[in-house]
């Protein structure tokens, strides 16, 4: 079985349209690890495509945020305002797919998927602690959050950062060993803010493999998108340079 693993399509649809296109016929089921709306200008249509053909998803501090279930207190004015035009984008249907995501860490099929860090799915994991491993119940974990491609390798009391994919390459494979414990962010599909503008996403199989991978997207269609829309200019800027 290959699981098809995405994080932060942040309602770019041409964002997730170019992971499906570059993933497609290489993986079974597919999971997402929360935030499938703010910032964008495509909510309805990427939570369409999530509900039809994801079997798990927890939710994202987004998603929280655009279904009325947090504040946005702790937003920028810019997240702030994309939330707010979200909310009233939703159709009712989608609003409450929104409401109703469950919080992470979710297991599914032996490995566990999560939005932020494991002890708290609103924190930016951008370093790890052994102690996240009490809260981890299988091996593998994918997270989200951060927009950052790579992750984290525990092994006895030490923590080891993991890679994305370097610039020049389209996909890095990482081979899982059974005495390691993994916690891997496949990357933003939407809003990367590693300093890569292409979408990121991952491929994981019960061999014990991850694929990180990048591809390009038409970035153009979606900015112009999201400046129709009248959301912030920033929020189209930012898809260029990835950060």
């Known amino acids: ?34 935030d499938l709306v703010g910032y964008g200008a495509d909510p309805n249509r990427v ?32 997240a702030r305002e994309a939330a707010e035009w979200t909310a009233q984008t939703l159709t009712a249907d989608q609003l409450y797919y929104l409401r109703n995501l469950p919080q992470g860490p979710l297991e599914v099929a032996g490995f566990e998927i999560l939005h932020g860090s494991p002890a708290d799915e609103d924190e930016y994991l951008m370093a790890a602690l052994p102690d996240l491993l ?47 414990v993994y916690l891997i962010n496949p990357g933003s599909v939407g809003q990367p803010r590693d300093r890569d503008p292409r979408a990121a996403y991952a491929v994981y199989d019960d061999a014990r493999q991850v694929e990180l991978r990048r591809t390009p997207y038409r970035v153009e269609v979606a900015q112009a998108k999201i400046r129709r829309a009248g959301l912030p200019e920033i929020l189209a ?4 340079v990835g950060f």
């Open 134 to 180: 009490y809260y981890l119940h299988t091996p593998v974990a994918f997270f989200g959050h951060t927009h950052w491609q790579g992750g984290f390798v525990f092994y006895r009391n030490s923590v080891q950062p993991l890679p994305g994919v370097p610039p020049e390459h389209r996909q890095l494979r990482l081979s899982l060993r059974a005495e390691h």
């Open 1 to 34: 079985m290959r699981y098809l693993i995405l994080s932060d399509i942040h309602a770019n649809w041409e964002a997730l349209e170019a992971v499906l296109r570059d993933a497609e016929g290489d993986w079974d089921q597919a999971v997402c690890c929360g």
């Open 237 to 240: 800027d930012r898809l260029s």
């Open 47 to 78: 939570i369409e495509w999530v509900r039809e053909h994801a079997m798990a998803v927890v939710r994202g501090n987004h998603d929280k945020a655009c279904a009325g279930l947090a504040d946005l207190e702790g937003f920028n004015p810019a």
